[in-house]
């Protein structure tokens, strides 16, 4: 009921979805600009129109006693980042003990204006040898843009060109990270922040 109503809500407010659904079995749907919060409720859409469950990794704090089941019910998985845990090993293990597993992940982590991204999603596709999906939140022309599944080598700036090309092309908002690339052509070595 909740995925009928999310998809009516989706097709009733206009949004369409522009690019190839994937029939990848794993993989990791690298979404921006997150920019805010009615993003989520957009990204609840897309699950049951294109038929495909997407986990969502989100921060620890939303997960409360009053709404984590909520969370977990539409497919949550806190992250704890006050914890000395590796992400990327726990979310590689995750896939490898999954036959068919499709996680969200914003590599910007907040709503806010970012100068870098989060790398983390990088090396979970990489150690996990599943491809990146990206997803543009595309608000001016309430367009959902998907790319085809981007499969990782370990050579950072040649792997993420693609990335910048394609988020470069979604109209609204366009934070540092991104505007720092459209000027210069310059990708961001990683930092080792996840």
Request: with cysteine; proline share 6%.
């Amino acid at each position: 009921m909740l995925s009928a109503l999310t998809r009516w809500l989706f097709n009733r407010f206009g949004w369409r979805i522009s690019g190839p659904v994937p029939t990848v079995p794993k993989a990791i749907w690298v979404v921006a600009p997150h920019s805010t919060n009615w993003d989520f409720l957009i990204g609840l859409g897309i699950r049951p129109t294109i038929h495909i469950w997407i986990e969502y990794l989100a921060k620890s704090s939303l997960f409360t006693w009053y709404s984590g089941w909520l969370f977990r019910a539409l497919g949550g998985k806190p992250v704890y980042r006050d914890k000395s845990n590796n992400l990327v090993d726990a979310m590689a293990a995750v896939f490898q003990q999954h036959d068919t597993l499709h996680v969200c992940i914003a590599p910007e982590g907040t709503r806010s204006n970012v100068s870098s991204l989060k790398t983390g999603f990088y090396y979970i596709a990489l150690k996990a040898n599943v491809p990146l999906i990206l997803v543009g939140f595309d608000w001016p022309r309430k367009l959902v843009l998907l790319s085809e599944p981007l499969y990782v080598t370990g050579n950072y700036a040649a792997d993420m060109l693609p990335f910048y090309q394609f988020f470069s092309q979604v109209q609204g908002v366009k934070k540092d990270w991104l505007k720092r690339w459209e000027e210069t052509g310059l990708i961001d070595q990683p930092t080792g922040r996840v």
